[in-house]
Structures are given as C-alpha cells and as structure tokens.
C-alpha cells in the first residue's frame, strides 16, 4: 500500500520579525519609555516589552538599553529601527492601496503642514479638496518645519507641505505658488507708497518670529539683514507680530497668504506688498524619493497650483457627492482647524 510523501518542514525558512514587533519598537524609540509606548500602541508593559526581547532575539541583536529612567536605542537599534520604518510603510502601504478605490487621490493621506501656512489655507482648501477628491482621507500634523521633514523622513508623513527655500536633503521638492512678503506697519497711512522699499525699515526695531522658525528666514534673506540687526523679541505666532505692530512696537513681515486671509483685518496696521527686488518666499510641497505615490502627489500639486487659492478662486469641475470615507474625515476638521488657528509659528 503505498502512501503520498509527507510535506518535510523547509529549514531554509527563517524566522522574521513580525509588523506587530517592529511597530513596537518604532514606538519605543519615540518615546523612550515602555510604559508611555505602550499606552500608544494600546498594550501592556510586559506585551510590549516580551515583543521587544523575542525581537532582539531574533535579530540576535541588542536593540535597546533599558535603565529604571529612559530607554536608549543602541546602535544595532537605530539601524534596525531604520529598515523597521521603511517596512511598516511599505505595510501600510499595501493595506492603504487594498482599501482605496482605483481613483486617484483616494485612501489615507497623512499631510504635514506648517502653522505659518495651515490657519490660512486650510479652511479654503479642505473644502475644495473634499469635492474634488471625495475618496481621499486626510490625516494633518501641524508642525515645524525640521519636524515634519524628520517625520517624512521617518515614514510617519507622507506629504508635506512647507515654505522654501529650505534645504531638504534627500526628498523631491516642488513648488505650488510664490507667497511674497509683505511689510506691516503701525496705523494707518492712506498716504504711503505702493509698495515699501528697503529704506522703510531703515532704523525700525524689526519684530520676527524665534529662531527655528523658517520664515524668519525668509524675512531675514528679504531683507538682506543678519540676526543681529532685528529686535530681540521673538514671536511664537503670526497674530502675536501683527498685535505688536499694532501697539508701536516696530515692524514685520507677514505672508500675503495671511493677510488674505484676514489676518491684519481688525489691526490698525499698514500692510505693503516688498518691491519687487526682493526675494519671496514660496509654498510647496515635499515627499520621499522613489515614493509608491509620487504621480498622485504631482497631482495634488497640479491641483493646487490651479485651484485659485493663491489668487482668483478657481471653478472646480462638477463631479459626484462625497462618499463616506471622506465625509466621516472631515467631521473631525472644524475642531482640527480651530487648533490650527490658535498657534500660527511655523
């Protein structure tokens, strides 16, 4: 009686790290403390930390350093939690890819934005994106600039959208639309010029943002001055400069992009676009090289530059009603927006 080979186990199969562990670790180096990584990943301390020990285990590798204050990542760890980043990406990826419609624009999008930008373009775009996207869910982090790109870099963000110049190593830039600056003044002057030169900031205390912020920058490079020319108070926000114009305190420069939005509306101040001799800053969008959705992202891009929310709103194409993924997003927006406006300091 003859009997059908039995499958023989594969010893040329290795055991691999699962997501679920490499996603703990993510967590542990973000915030370096099991109990606190924990709670993020909605486990407990022991779950997690016997998933880091099977982890290190298998890697035969010494991931962390663990002391009764902190965790530290070793060497071998940043390494590891380096290509640990890259998989759970490409993870979510896949599973993002699996539940979006074949449309483009559709699915998670997890869209970085400064705060310079967010309060002022926000509440115009989400809209317009809504009914020309209507698949697409936004996911927005309001932060720096240095910390977006960190959390690009890292995987956490899949687009960001900032203000250039700026150097970003390593990620492809494009530019949506110029946002020049403009000179703001205390009172009111029906009598000033067009448009303010170089000599109107001669002997004036120049109110900026702090440092770290890029568009003091930009404000700096505009004005073809050094740090140690400008007024030693630093801002944390936009409406922050703008009320300390108001009250005589010196001069700044805000975006256009906020002073149409209304920034200045109920101060008495006198805003006045640069000549034109000097250097704009300008809005646009990064991402990471060699990204799954780099063709979708140029087209939000293409998007942006024609909707009018730079300039003459635009008329957006009909298309159908919003379906529900969408529309269970931006439920969560207007208290998302109303955050985004109380701190304008990117």
């Not at 009997?3 to 023989?8: K, L, M």
């Not at 016997?50 to 902190?70: C, H």
Request: hydrophobic content about 45%; aromatic content about 4%; charged content about 25%.
């Amino acid at each position: 009686m003859s009997h059908a080979a039995q499958p023989q186990p594969d010893r040329q199969i290795p055991a691999l790290p699962t997501l679920r562990q490499l996603q703990y670790l993510i967590a542990l180096a973000k915030y370096r403390s099991f109990s606190r990584a924990a709670a993020a990943c909605c486990v407990t301390q022991s779950t997690l930390s016997g998933a880091i020990k099977e982890l290190e285990s298998t890697l035969g590798a010494r991931l962390v350093d663990r002391d009764n204050r902190s965790v530290i990542v070793t060497g071998a760890g940043e390494d590891a939690l380096a290509r640990a980043r890259r998989i759970v990406a490409d993870a979510e990826a896949l599973l993002d890819w699996a539940r979006r419609g074949s449309g483009p624009l559709s699915g998670t999008l997890r869209l970085g934005i400064i705060p310079t930008i967010a309060p002022f373009l926000l509440p115009r775009a989400l809209p317009r994106l809504k009914g020309a996207f209507p698949d697409l869910v936004l996911r927005l982090r309001e932060e720096t600039t240095a910390k977006l790109l960190d959390s690009l870099r890292a995987g956490e963000l899949d687009l960001v959208l900032m203000a250039f110049p700026y150097d970003a190593p390593g990620l492809e830039t494009a530019i949506v639309a110029e946002d020049p600056l403009m000179l703001t003044e205390p009172g009111t002057a029906a009598d000033a010029k067009p448009r303010a030169g170089m000599d109107d900031l001669a002997g004036r205390p120049l109110l900026l943002l702090e440092d770290g912020h890029c568009l003091r920058d930009h404000a700096l490079a505009a004005c073809s001055l050094p740090s140690a020319r400008v007024d030693e108070f630093g801002a944390t926000s936009l409406f922050t400069l703008a009320r300390m114009v108001e009250a005589g305190y010196g001069v700044t420069l805000l975006p256009k992009l906020a002073v149409d939005a209304g920034l200045c509306d109920s101060a008495k101040v006198t805003v006045r676009p640069l000549n034109s001799a000097a250097p704009a800053r300008r809005i646009g969008l990064a991402w990471r090289r060699n990204a799954s959705r780099a063709e979708e992202y140029r087209l939000l891009l293409d998007f942006l530059k024609d909707s009018g929310l730079f300039g003459t709103p635009a008329v957006l194409p009909h298309r159908s009603p919003p379906s529900q993924p969408f529309r269970q997003n931006m439920t969560s927006m207007p208290a998302a927006t109303s955050a985004i406006k109380s701190s304008a300091k990117g």
